[in-house]
């Protein structure tokens, strides 16, 4: 299976735990795909949550490996969340910029 590898700073997955939060809590039209994204989302809700924890000290960039599927799911739920747009520009900064890395690799 193919894997898929970004880097990312604590802050940024910070960003991203708070978005999967987010969308694990929020009430959508229940779509085939959608239902695909959102079973996968709580399983790489738990995997992102780990990797801030071990990561929360480095202050440098890591690596993230994310099966394929999980990379698709974040992909997705991030260029959702890119149509709705935050008022924070460095949110938004954040969630293109992971998008297209993981784009690149799809």
């Keep these: 299976m193919q894997k898929i590898k970004f880097s990312l700073k604590n802050d940024e997955l910070s960003v991203i735990n708070q978005i ?3 969308r694990i809590n929020q009430q959508s039209i229940p779509t085939p795909e959608t239902k ?3 079973s996968i989302l709580f399983e790489l ?3 992102l949550l780990k990797k801030f924890v071990t990561e929360r000290m ?9 099966k394929y599927h999980q990379a698709y799911a974040l992909h997705f739920i ?14 938004n900064m954040v969630v293109s910029k992971i998008a297209n890395q993981i784009h690149e690799q799809l």
Excluded: M, W
């Design 78 to 91: 991030l260029r959702d969340f890119q149509n709705v747009e935050s008022d924070s520009p460095y949110i």
């Design 58 to 66: 480095n202050v440098k960039a890591f690596k993230i490996t994310l």
């Design 20 to 22: 999967i939060e987010n």
């Design 36 to 38: 695909l994204v959102e």
């Design 45 to 47: 809700a738990d995997k």
